[in-house]
């Protein structure tokens, strides 16, 4: 976060996505979603994925994700 933009003047914005058999096109969007946050200072972003009865492989996909050192929950 840039210095001029202190953490409690940061904006949050959540987005919701519902992913229904999408073990394909996790990576991708959590890629592009660290490439939204990092490219906008002043906002803190929470992308919340909901596996919608997927069966595939797409909540391992997304548990594998959450780890500490990305701030994925």
Do not use: K, W
């Amino acid at each position: 976060m840039s210095e001029s933009v202190r953490e409690s003047d940061a904006v949050t914005i959540s987005i919701i996505v519902p992913a229904l058999n999408e073990v394909d096109n996790v990576p991708g969007l959590l890629a592009r979603f660290r490439e939204l946050a990092d490219n906008h200072d002043g906002c803190h972003f929470e992308l919340i994925l909901v596996d919608d009865g997927s069966q595939d492989h797409t909540a391992e996909v997304l548990l594998a994700a959450c780890t500490p050192v990305d701030d994925v929950q």
